[in-house]
Structures are given as C-alpha cells and as structure tokens.
C-alpha cells in the first residue's frame, strides 16, 4: 500500500469511528455465531463442539434436547431439562463463552396473556432457561420472537382482544417483558440478549394501526426488556433483514436506522435508554447468496456464477464483521457444518473474510443481480373463512423454483415474488376446503399487487 493510500484509510477509519462504525482493525474482534438448520442440541454438544473449534465460526447457537417453546400454559419440568443440565455442568469451562441458547416464541394455542397461571408458567419455563445459560457459561441467549405455531404478538388473535383494549394489552405485555428480563438476569446476571429480530421486526408497520398488524404487540415486549435492563446488559438486535444487503453502505448505515428511527416504536420515555442498551448486529444468509434458497427474493437466485456468489459471501461478511456492534451471525438451512461437512468453498470463502480485514468493495455481479432483484414481481394478501378469521395454507401451486410464496401470522397473511417475466398463477392449497377464487393469473407484467385475498368455504 502507497503511503498516500495508507493515509486516506487511516482518515477513513477515523471518520468511521467517530461515527460509531467499526474499524477494520475491531472488526476482527467481532463474534461469527453459527446459527442454522442443523443448531446442535445440548445432547450433542461433545461431539460439535470439536468440529466447532476447527470450524470459521466462534460461537454457534445451541438449542435444548427438549426442543419447545417459551409461552406454554403448563410448565416445563425440571426433570424435562435434568440431562441437558447435567451435560452443560460437565463441560470444561469457557467452551461455550461465545455461544448462545437458544429461546423459541411460540405460545401454546390457548396461551392468554392477562391469565397470571400461564404467565407463571412461562416464569418457571425462564428460570429453568436461565439455569441452563449460567450451567453452560453461555454469553447470552438467542431469542427467535418470529413465532413458528401460534402468534403471540397478534392483538387480534388474543383470547381477551374483544374485552381488553389494545393499549391494556400493550401495557400487559410490556410488564411481562419486563418480567422475562429481570427473572434470566436473577438466574444469570451477566448475560447477553440476542433477538433476531428487534424492533426491525416492525419496520413496515404502520404505527397508526398496530393493532392489526402480525407483530403488534412485540414492540410493548420489546419496551419491557428496555425497561428491566441492568445499566450494564446490552440487547442485540439481529437485524434479520440484513438477510437482503448487497452493498456496504446497507450494512454502515443500519446502526444508526435502528438506535435511531426505530425508536419511534417506544413510548418518547423510553428512548434514552433504548439508545442506551441497544446494540446492532448484523446476519449473512448463506442460502440466499449462494443460491441454494432456490427463490426470487434473494439476490443468489439472480448470480449467476458460483464464483459470482463466493465474492458476494465474502464481501457480506466483511461488511458484516466491519460494520457491527456486537455479533455476525451467519444463517444457513442447505450447507451444514455439525450433521454434515461443510461445503469446502463456501468454508472456505468464510475463512478468507474473516482474515481479511481490508475494506469490503460491493460486487460488480451483484449491482448487475441486484437489477435482477429489485425487478421482482410480489403478489400478496389474505386467505381467510367467512368470518375473517385466518386460514393455515397447506401448499402453493405450482411449486415452482421461479416462485417464492411464505405464509405469516395467524390473519393468514402471504405473500408471493416471481421473476420478471415470468408466468403469474397463485393457487393456495387448504385441506378439506376449496377457495374463491381458485386461482389467481395475471396475464399483464405488474410490480406489485398486495390486494389479493382468498376466501375458505
């Protein structure tokens, strides 16, 4: 390097630290976290964890042998999680110190928020967590607030919603936020809180409609565990939608979009403190870049090198790495490290950005993908019953690589994206029921069309 480009990067890092970035130089202090399909249960941990420490990775998230969910009616036993304990007591110390466990949001399907039993429930459930981290010497935990079975953060799917207003849940569930944070810092006061979804969680929501939005209620959660944290316990927000950066300037501007815009979502008090404990992180999709996710909502669908994509892997991570205030996690669901070996170049290409701490450049492929991307065609709406209420959607048809439709919340909310070009035919699947309309074409090229609804009879 010349002496005059020596000078113009030290400018940069400087200019980069007082704003708040990470240098170069800090960025190799930064965690990689593994977290994926294959997260290994604290049953087997013995065997990953030597694989572990041959691995890029420098913590992993781990989940419990008993694989379940927090918001439960009934307790958790003592004796469900008695081996997992047994095991996390026996490993040598600071194996985990890196590592997270792992905390599913899932509510059980009568879980009532205002029922002070289930919320007992869901304390004991706490305390046995918290047990767990302090045993293992876990850095924190990873809480998953995306809720795979019933949605607990639906005002509208709420057993009380008709008696309750919408403000009384919201003050319910911010003291039981509160309560989530002071009971696992009692149990394990000096841990992290990793959420992969913070307040990013509500970046499209309309503030004036919370109420019937999926998420509504997760920003009052949220507000609690502001309010119960210790000065010293940062929250990590996992920034999940980072998921989608191509480009450098998406990673370097997301710290100051969450400390900063997001926090419209919380009461003015509580600003100072949010700004206080929060941390961004960042995450890298390794099945989105590399193409393996096989769906038009990623940029891999569009590259279409494999070279291509191992630059693009590389340049996230060093994005990713440089541009963090706490962790990197790298989310996988087709290459696996613990059940499987690892794809050597994607391994490989993890290694080669995490050693590398020169400045990241963005993809010439990816700007040319990237065209590709923000071409997408996304059709969305409800498929519901008669009474309004949501339908769960067996499959889309037709099942098609070119076509990516997800399903969310319990209002039966989805969504489809297509490639530009391609032939536009939406037919949702419900077991035992036909719907109106059957199907949905679109004969004509649209961008987008988020008024396509279903109805159940």
């Given amino acids: 390097m010349t002496k005059g480009a020596s000078i113009t990067m030290t400018r940069l890092c400087l200019i980069l630290a007082l704003f708040g970035f990470t240098t170069f130089a800090q960025a190799a202090q930064k965690p990689l976290i593994y977290y994926g399909w294959d997260n290994p249960k604290i049953a087997t941990l013995q065997s990953v964890l030597p694989k ?66 289930h919320w007992n429930a869901v304390r004991q459930n706490l305390k046995l967590y918290g047990q767990l981290i302090k045993a293992g010497g876990f850095k924190g935990l990873v809480f998953d607030m995306e809720p795979y079975g019933k949605n607990p953060w639906s005002f509208n799917s709420q057993p009380n919603s008709k008696k309750l207003s919408f403000a009384d849940f919201k003050a319910l569930v911010r003291k039981r936020g509160a309560d989530m944070l002071q009971i696992l810092q009692s149990e394990a006061p ?34 609690g565990w502001i309010d119960a944290a210790a000065p010293t316990l940062k929250i990590i927000d996992g920034n999940e939608p980072s998921y989608s950066y191509t480009k450098r300037d998406e990673f370097f501007a997301a710290p100051h979009h969450i400390a900063q815009d997001l926090k419209a979502l919380l009461p003015v008090e509580s600003h100072a403190k949010y700004e206080q404990v929060i941390q961004t992180a960042q995450a890298v999709y390794i099945d989105g870049v590399m193409g393996s996710a096989k769906s038009p909502r990623f940029i891999g669908y569009y590259l279409k090198s494999e070279q291509a994509k191992l630059n693009l892997l590389k340049s996230n991570i060093k994005n990713a790495l440089q541009s963090s205030q706490s962790l990197v996690w790298v989310y996988t669901e087709i290459p696996k490290w613990w059940e499987a070996e690892p794809i050597p170049t994607i391994d490989n290409a993890i290694r080669e950005a995490k050693a590398d701490d020169s400045m990241a450049v963005d993809s010439p492929e990816a700007s040319i993908a990237l065209k590709g991307l923000n071409e997408r065609i996304s059709i969305g709406g409800h498929i519901r019953d008669k009474s309004g209420k949501g339908i769960k959607v067996t499959r889309f048809e037709p099942a098609l690589a070119s076509v990516a439709c997800s399903t969310w919340g319990d209002d039966g909310e989805y969504g489809c994206e297509f490639p530009k070009g391609a032939k536009i035919t939406i037919e949702p699947i419900v077991e035992g029921q036909s719907l109106t309309p059957k199907r949905v074409v679109r004969t004509q090229q649209i961008k987008s069309d988020w008024g396509v609804d279903f109805t159940a009879h």
């Fill in 190 to 223: 000096s841990l992290e809180v990793w959420t992969l979804y913070g307040l990013t969680a509500n970046v499209y929501s309309d503030l004036a409609n919370l109420d019937a939005d999926g998420y509504g209620l997760w920003p009052s959660f949220f507000n």
């Fill in 52 to 117: 572990l420490a041959k691995s890029p990775f420098d913590g992993i998230a781990v989940i419990t042998t008993l694989h379940t969910d927090l918001f439960k009616t009934k307790p958790i036993q003592s004796a469900d999680f008695a081996d997992d304990l047994k095991i996390l007591q026996q490993l040598p110390t600071g194996q985990l110190s890196q590592s997270y466990l792992v905390i599913l949001s899932a509510a059980d399907n009568d879980f009532d928020w205002a029922n002070d039993e």
